[in-house]
């Protein structure tokens, strides 16, 4: 047996171990022709999160045309500023690699861009289904996982004043639950449209659920401004 042979059998196994999921990104932006595509349909940030903003309880009226078209614009600089800090906490300490950060920024601005604007889509979907059944006389607080979240409160005991007084904890967490729909959507068209088997994960790429967190957050912040009084 060969030296070669005797320490390529020594050598332990490739890293198998457990990993969380990282955000699918690379796909978009892994060539000019598809970067640019996305980065124009992810404009539909804009007239999506206008419909939520202008649907959502005590939200902007439909003619706070301006003001709701701010709050996006300061939603898409909030993301950037968001991803460069995110990239920089994330960047391996190695002064020889000068495109690491950048890299890492891209990756993280359309991973939230993504993500942000599926998690509305998801949201506007939900109140367009709660007008709908409101219209046929179903009642229905806010969204549908809104409802089902006060509905669940009242099954615990809590009284309605109480519920009531929730109103941040529970667009929170109604939030978080439409980022992480979000997620499970792009994971699963992301498989859909895939070609071949899977590539493995870059590092630059961010974790899925740091994405998750960071849109809820994005997202609870925003409706928030727009229903305060």
Do not use: K
């Not at 060969?2 to 390529?8: A, I």
């Not at 955000?23 to 999506?48: D, H, K, T």
């Not at 909030?78 to 920089?88: H, Y």
């Amino acid at each position: 047996m060969s030296t070669d042979m005797h320490l390529s059998a020594s050598e332990p196994p490739a890293s198998g171990g457990f990993s969380l999921p990282r955000f699918p990104v690379r796909w978009a932006v892994e060539s000019a022709a598809a970067e640019r595509i996305f980065s124009r349909l992810l404009w539909l940030l804009v007239p999506l999160q206008y419909y939520v903003v202008t649907h959502i309880g005590r939200g902007f009226s439909p003619n706070d045309l301006i003001p709701a078209v701010l709050l996006s614009l300061i939603s898409v600089v909030v993301i950037f500023v968001l991803s460069c800090a995110a990239a920089w906490l994330a960047s391996p300490l190695d002064e020889t690699r000068d495109d690491s950060w950048t890299g890492r920024v891209r990756m993280w601005v359309v991973a939230l861009m993504i993500c942000t604007a599926a998690g509305y889509l998801l949201l506007a979907l939900s109140l367009v289904a709660t007008h709908v059944a409101i219209d046929h006389g179903v009642r229905i607080y806010g969204d549908l996982v809104t409802d089902r979240l006060m509905w669940l409160l009242r099954i615990c005991g809590l009284s309605r004043e109480t519920i009531e007084s929730l109103d941040l904890p529970l667009l929170a967490w109604a939030n978080l639950i439409y980022s992480f729909a979000a997620l499970l959507v792009i994971a699963l068209v992301h498989r859909a449209l895939r070609r071949g088997a899977a590539s493995p994960s870059s590092t630059q790429e961010p974790g899925m659920i740091s994405v998750g967190v960071v849109v809820a957050v994005v997202m609870t912040v925003a409706n928030s401004l727009a229903t305060m009084d």
